[in-house]
């Protein structure tokens, strides 16, 4: 006996050109075992341990959509049902619960499953097939996204890395459900597997778990089979799509791939949307169809890959039953949130496709109507949709330290009129947070390495479709085309982000921004940092209509300007005068309170100029350039440059001649020779010199036996910045 798979090997690289096939193309098919069917008599013992193979095809593809033909893009737009909150288990080969667009690890999206063709707790998938399922079913991804991109999926992995399982491990998995749905909210289940072709159910094996998670109101999705020429076109459906129990799932193409030949003998020799596909097996009994060749959906290791099958039809159903699910109980309907009601609602705003009507292949078709699954129909039947409420871009803001808060008006609207609540916070800043908040970053099928000759890593932002690049050293720019380094830069990170690029896509929350207080009044919100608060920080708002939201992020640097201290000139003072009083006048542009502070230095010609100018070393002494073999430094305070000559003269430069250029100080050759003791001279402090600051009157006394010059460095701080001045005072 045989299950089904049928994957396409998808090509990769951003820039391809899409491929059309021509009549000759044969998808390569592995050797596989022959196709058995149960008997019904089989007992449960010999049944359970038989071993079943997935069909393995392989073909290229050009990129494909499901989404059109069901409305899906509608559906987002108009609706907020994501499945947030409701589960999936998916018996197939497993999840790769790794993938970025199935949460990125274990516990995120993948939440909870087992390994039974293995017999232990990590579903891993080794094969691809139950990641190209479980991605239908609810990738998070813009470009493929999934019918239920917020759905948590539970991993049973019934197949090996071969595609090899058997039944005794699908009724295990199905108990394995029944004993944990409760735990997990699970309302459906996918089996893109199956066996056989049969006009009636002959089995029982596994119908006492079906008819319990059915009584449940959980909603049974299974795949029909893709063996319809390979039993000489006879109706009917495979085990368990069969049972009364399920819904089985029929596939049709969801657009022109052009003709495509099967390896089992099957031959579609044009294709078109809703056509029924060749190897698809149907019968009276199939409850729907639905998009399932070509499907673009996840596969390992971050890939994606085009897949055709059965299988690929059953995850579009289930996804929908799980958004249709989500919406009656969102409407007060959550009495018929079961399997009968939803898959009522599907077929009755289902399409309607006639297989025969343009059918083009080489299989016997029967001239039988089916309905075609339209999720938009479907949840419009349930409810008026919503659309969501418009909250306008709101500009980065600054403010200084001294103002006591900020009102920013709010573009705020809804479309339903329906009335909104209003949200905000403010977070520690964090560039990779904001940058996903701003562009719901992406990985796109590869990181694309390279690509420019950066050694540039790409990402893609779903707000605007548009590609961002991360360099080595962190820088990200957005592309604009051309030369990379021509296109702007958005963010600098650190490398790490660079290393792991996966890092800028859902990036956590960053912790709260304490003492930052944000409060409405009415559209206009209010931001009052604490006044100790110097920096930027993250204010995040969202309006909601109760159903959906919209939100902006932005950013609130607060400036502090650094307290002012008025010039301080040099004084002499005989020792007969008893102290010295010196005015001091500080201020604050930002109304804090200052902080005065004074000390005593014994003299030195090198500590006086670096106080009063704050010199520093570029990096480059650029000696000799003016060719008085000088040495060049710099000031902090005041951006000149300074010069010092071989003898010790120091200079600053006015341009020009160098010797035209004013003498500041006359030093000694050890600090040409040395300019680490002229730009970060130190000062020997002098404790027998007396200090003391009144309000802002600073008294110098020294003693009446002290006789030369010493140099008082004065302070002035707002707690956070602060300025200095310093002056010589001589005794005489």
Not at 156 to 172: I, N, P, Q, R
Not at 687 to 696: P, S, V
Request: net charge neutral.
């Amino acid at each position: 006996m045989t299950f089904w798979k049928w994957p396409w090997t998808l090509f990769h690289g951003k820039s391809r050109p899409a491929r059309s096939f021509s009549a000759r193309t044969r998808p390569v098919l592995e050797p596989l075992e022959e196709r058995l069917a149960l008997s019904s008599g089989t007992d449960h013992a010999a049944w359970s341990v038989q071993r079943f193979a997935l069909d393995s095809f392989a073909a290229q593809a050009q990129a494909s959509g499901f989404g059109s033909l069901i409305g899906l893009d509608s559906v987002f737009a108009n609706y907020p049902y994501r499945g947030n909150g409701y589960s999936v288990a998916v018996l197939d080969t497993g999840i790769d619960y790794n993938h970025a667009a199935l949460g990125g690890g274990w516990g995120k999206r993948v939440v909870a499953g087992y390994d039974f063709a293995n017999n232990d707790n990590d579903p891993m998938d080794d094969n691809g097939h139950g990641t190209h399922v479980a991605g239908i079913l609810g990738a998070n991804s813009a470009t493929f996204a999934g019918v239920a991109p917020g759905v948590n999926l539970i991993a049973l992995k019934v197949l090996d890395a071969k595609g090899s399982g058997s039944f005794g491990d699908v009724e295990e998995a199905l108990q394995w459900i029944v004993a944990h749905r409760a735990q997990y909210n699970i309302v459906a289940v996918n089996i893109s597997l199956g066996s056989g072709n049969y006009s009636t159910n002959p089995f029982t094996f596994l119908e006492d778990e079906f008819g319990a998670l059915k009584s449940q109101g959980v909603f049974l999705a299974t795949a029909a089979g893709n063996g319809y020429f390979g039993f000489g076109s006879q109706p009917g459906l495979g085990y368990p799509a069969i049972s009364p129990l399920t819904v089985g799932v029929g596939a049709v193409w969801t657009g022109n791939f052009g003709s495509m030949s099967w390896i089992s003998g099957a031959r579609d020799h044009s294709t078109a949307a809703d056509r029924i596909a060749s190897f698809s097996q149907r019968s009276a009994g199939l409850d729907i169809f639905a998009p399932g060749a070509l499907i673009s959906s996840t596969w390992l290791h971050n890939g994606y890959r085009n897949m055709a099958g059965t299988s690929m039809a059953t995850p579009v159903v289930a996804g929908a039953a799980v958004l249709l699910h989500q919406a009656l109980d969102a409407n007060g309907q959550a009495a018929k949130a079961n399997q009968d009601t939803i898959l009522g609602l599907m077929r009755s705003t289902g399409d309607i496709v006639v297989d025969g009507d343009d059918e083009n292949d080489n299989v016997t078709n029967t001239g039988l109507s089916f309905k075609r699954l339209d999720l938009l129909a479907a949840l419009s039947s349930i409810a008026k949709a919503n659309r969501p409420p418009t909250l306008g871009p709101i500009a980065d803001r600054t403010m200084s330290r001294g103002q006591a808060s900020i009102t920013i008006p709010l573009a705020v609207a809804d479309p339903d009129g329906h009335t909104l609540t209003r949200a905000a916070a403010a977070y520690q800043y964090n560039a990779a947070f904001e940058l996903d908040q701003r562009f719901d970053l992406f990985v796109d099928r590869g990181y694309w390495q390279n690509s420019q000759g950066a050694n540039e890593k790409w990402l893609r932002a779903a707000v605007n479709n548009q590609w961002y690049s991360i360099e080595p050293n962190g820088t990200v720019r957005e592309w604009s085309g051309g030369a990379l380094g021509n296109s702007p830069i958005v963010a600098t990170l650190d490398r790490s982000n660079w290393n792991d690029p996966t890092r800028l896509v859902n990036v956590a929350t960053p912790s709260a921004q304490a003492g930052v207080k944000v409060t409405f009044s009415g559209n206009n919100l209010i931001v009052d940092p604490p006044h100790s608060l110097v920096g930027p920080f993250l204010v995040r708002v969202q309006v909601s209509d109760g159903q959906a939201s919209a939100v902006r992020v932005f950013r609130v640097t607060v400036n502090n300007t650094a307290p002012s201290l008025a010039a301080l000139a040099d004084r002499t003072m005989p020792t007969s005068q008893p102290n010295l009083s010196i005015a001091l006048s500080a201020a604050d542009a930002d109304s804090d309170s200052v902080t005065l502070s004074a000390a005593v230095f014994q003299y030195s010609g090198a500590f006086e100029l670096d106080q009063r100018l704050d010199l520093y070393s570029t990096g480059n002494l650029w000696q000799n350039y003016c060719g008085l073999n000088e040495k060049w430094l710099r000031s902090r305070l005041n951006g000149k440059w300074y010069t010092i000559e071989p003898g010790g003269m120091v200079r600053e430069w006015t341009g020009g001649g160098l010797a035209q250029s004013p003498v500041v100080a006359k030093l000694t050759s050890m600090h040409w020779t040395n300019p680490n003791l002229l730009h970060n001279a130190q000062g020997a402090a002098l404790h027998t010199i007396a200090l003391r600051i009144q309000g802002q009157t600073l008294t110098v006394d020294p003693p009446a036996s002290f006789k030369g010059s010493f140099l008082v460095v004065v302070g002035a701080s707002d707690g956070v910045a602060s300025a200095r001045r310093v002056f010589r005072v001589t005794t005489t």
